[in-house]
């Protein structure tokens, strides 16, 4: 067991957020602990690293356990750049890189007791930096800050300008490298991309030590943990399983709650009914029998009712007339922001009742494709139509359709002055806001809030047509499925942009792939997207050729590249080419690791002999294989360095 929190209680002022939680995490373990927002996920986290002092209880660490913790935001001052920031991830390492630096330069200078002395340290520090992984700590820092979404170029930046975001995956980047005995992340995809999320997801599942997770990404959950400790009105149950199966197990358990609960109440009516009787009865016999009961009644060990949280918001989505089959055609849309090229003469069409995703990463232009759908911003080239009768809602995940200086009251009934107050408190408390709420500032709310009050704004649209900007931010875990749960009612149609796979994977009857400036199109939920996109990039195509007839698509597998212009297809020949240069590149990788294999053995070897007394005693000899140990160490970083490259 690596860390054991006891019977931990935790309130602010009159607010009680923990009450008795307990639970361990033993070593190699993955778990996650999951709730509403405000349910206390963070502060439980703060009090196991000694931010928050916990009222009563106690959080237990192993002896000699190294912890490394993310908190959402990390906000800290350096002059230095990335790559120099990382170098603390291991300061051992990069200690004893610079020490065997300077004793092979002092190397060269010397001979006979001192030359023997200076390699027997060598011998040692590079046996301990090897033990280290020291000659791959470049590559797999190179690795880890590429997989998290920064380009070589990032590299050299100083810290200090980079965004709040960008700092926390730099302090990401530094705790994986460390790689602590225990990793506590809170909301670690926040700032991340789908291909970043996708890597840690990865990364974090063949990590062979303990991590807990706060997070409110489902489906990342789902790859990563094996235990799922529920934080709900206070108190923690601890549920095995990924958060698929806790979500299951975590259903029967409310319903046996409430069926025992019920089933207890129905007996204690029944003998307060035999009791009564046996008092109108009014014998002495009677009435003992009766106060006999009574004294059972009070031994009872009482079952507590089930709580009934109204802590979940009421949304349903129902068009108020039905559009026309052709609900949007998009056809050779471009759009660049100067130099820089979003898209490129790309076309999709969208049908009625059709659910579409729009994914890709960060920077790729799915926002401004769904600002020009709605007239916000202008296109460079290119047109849309819509179809007949379709109305849009749009939600921006910007809230620019709220109004910052106008109360939550007043930008529903401004926006349907119609609306009785009755009504429009009414639909203000199925989003949580009630009693003085509604008068509170729309500038005043949180990004949860402000996303609930649009929430609201959509669902009295009535509109037939949804098109949503990460519907899903600021939401927790239980108000993401409500939101699920809507969409999928939803009897017209849905375009979005998102990054929640469990959302998409939910909801997505289709995904369109923003990518290399051209849209992918494929027919499938989120995980058919994955599956067929390993499948093109098994076979070493990047993109493929654009269907002929796009309203005659298949759910058979082919993802059609949309738009007519070169970019946007590939030939048959450009296909066999990019196929002939995947196999080039694996051939080419798979030298790479045999000259590696290579080279470490010949080291090997090299080793062997410095140690023997007849070669210690020979300064011609020691002086012959240092250089040539040095010569292998820097083909070595060389050869390390171009594996990187050719793996990713």
Known sequence: MILQCSHIDKAFLADNILSDV????????KAAIVGSNGCGKSTLLKIIMGEYEADRGEVIIAKDTTVGYLAQNQE???GRTILEEMQDAKPEVHALEKEIAKIS?????ASGEELANLIRRFDSLSERFRALNGYAYQSELVGVLKGLGFSEEDFKKSVETLSGGEKTRVQLAKMLLAEPDLIILDEPTNHLDMSAIHWLENYLSAYRKAVLIVAHDRYFLDKIVGKVIELRQAHATVYQGNYSSYQEKRQLLIESQRKAYLNQQEQIRHQEEVIKKLKQFNREKSIKRAESREKQLEKMERIEKPVEEDTEMKLYFHPRYQSGKDVLSVSHLSKSFDDNILFRDISFDVKRGEHVAVIGDNGTGKTTLLKILNELLPMDEGTFTLGTNVDIGYYDQEHHVLHMEKTLFEEIQDAWPDMTNTRIRN???????TEDDVFKRIGDL??????????AKLMLSDANF????EPTNHLDIDSKAILEEAVNHFEGTVLYVSHDRYFINATAHRILDLTHHTLLDYIGNYDYYLEKKEDMEAAGISRMQEQPDQTKRSDSGAAG???DGKEGRLSWQEQKEEQKAARKLAKELENTEKEIERLEEENKKMDEELVKPEVATNSVKLQELSAKREENETRLSELLERWEELSS
Request: net charge negative; aromatic share 10%; hydrophobic share 40%.
């Open 105 to 109: 330069g002092q190397m060269d200078g």
């Open 561 to 563: 590249a949309t738009g």
């Open 446 to 455: 949180s990004g949860g809030e402000r996303g609930r009050v649009s929430l």
């Open 466 to 469: 949804l098109i949503l900007d």
């Open 76 to 78: 800290y001052d350096s």
């Open 22 to 29: 307990s639970f361990h995490i033993n070593e190699g373990e």
């Open 427 to 433: 639909t203000l408390a199925a989003f949580l806001f």
